[in-house]
Antibody, heavy 113, light 107 residues
Framework: QFQLQESGPGLVKPSETLSLTCTVS????????WSWIRQPPGKGLEWIGY???????DYNPSLKSRVTISFDASRNEVFLDLSSVTAADTAVYYC???????WGQGILVTVSS | IVLTQSPGTLSLSPGERATLSCRAS???????LAWYQQKPGQAPRLLIY???TRATDIPERFSASESGTDFTLTISRLEPEDFAVYYC?????????FGPGTKVDIK
């Protein structure tokens, strides 16, 4: 059974880039889609985008100009970069297998100076 | 695809039946709809997908059905651990989208 663990800074300054890592254990990241989903405090869920191990990506049009999802198969890690962040990007960020089959515990990222 | 969930809040007692609705703004072919449960401070947990197949270890009291663009999650008899927020999600096309959620709280 897959286990996912998000890591990265919990505080990012406005206009900077938010960078998170998802470490996957319990199986290789190959043959699956890997998504990032976020949830602002007290609000609903927003799909950020996904990556297939072949390298194919698809992003939410609302974030597409600022998002990059990538991976390192040798380390079984998936990465999220979100540039030019503002307070509106403050949220719990989840790493997710496929559309929602397995979820990490989430990491709260606050955008503040 | 916009998903609308109703009601926003459902106040029930343990042992009662809960019926949650999710309506899609357009067809979700191949039944690519899922339901999730989220408790405070926790990640969402996949309950049902496809749209009526229970995920691993999900009790039989959870069931789901579809009728066109209308989807329903039913909890036959509420247990204390079932009081939570429930989201529907479509994964038929990108961007993947979620409904706003239904909160099931204790009456």
């Amino acid at each position: 059974q897959f286990q996912l663990q998000e890591s990265g800074p919990g505080l990012v300054k406005p206009s900077e880039t938010l960078s998170l890592t998802c470490t996957v254990s319990g199986g290789p990241i190959s043959n699956y889609y890997w998504s990032w989903i976020r949830q602002p405090p007290g609000k609903g869920l927003e799909w950020i985008g996904y990556l297939y191990y072949s390298g194919t990506t698809d992003y939410n049009p609302s974030l597409k100009s600022r998002v990059t999802i990538s991976f390192d198969a040798s380390r079984n890690e998936v990465f999220l970069d979100l540039s030019s962040v503002t307070a509106a990007d403050t949220a719990v960020y989840y790493c997710v297998r496929a559309y929602g089959a397995s979820w990490g515990q989430g990491i709260l990222v606050t955008v503040s100076s | 695809i916009v998903l609308t969930q109703s009601p926003g809040t459902l106040s029930l007692s343990p042992g009662e039946r809960a019926t949650l609705s999710c309506r899609a703004s357009q067809s979700v072919t191949s039944s690519h709809l899922a339901w999730y449960q989220q408790k405070p401070g926790q990640a969402p947990r996949l309950l049902i997908y496809g749209p009526s197949t229970r995920a691993t270890d999900i009790p039989e009291r959870f069931s789901a059905s579809e009728s066109g663009t209308d989807f329903t999650l039913t909890i036959s008899r509420l247990e204390p651990e079932d009081f939570a927020v429930y989201y529907c999600q479509q994964y038929h096309q990108t961007p993947l989208t979620f409904g706003p959620g239904t909160k099931v709280d204790i009456k």
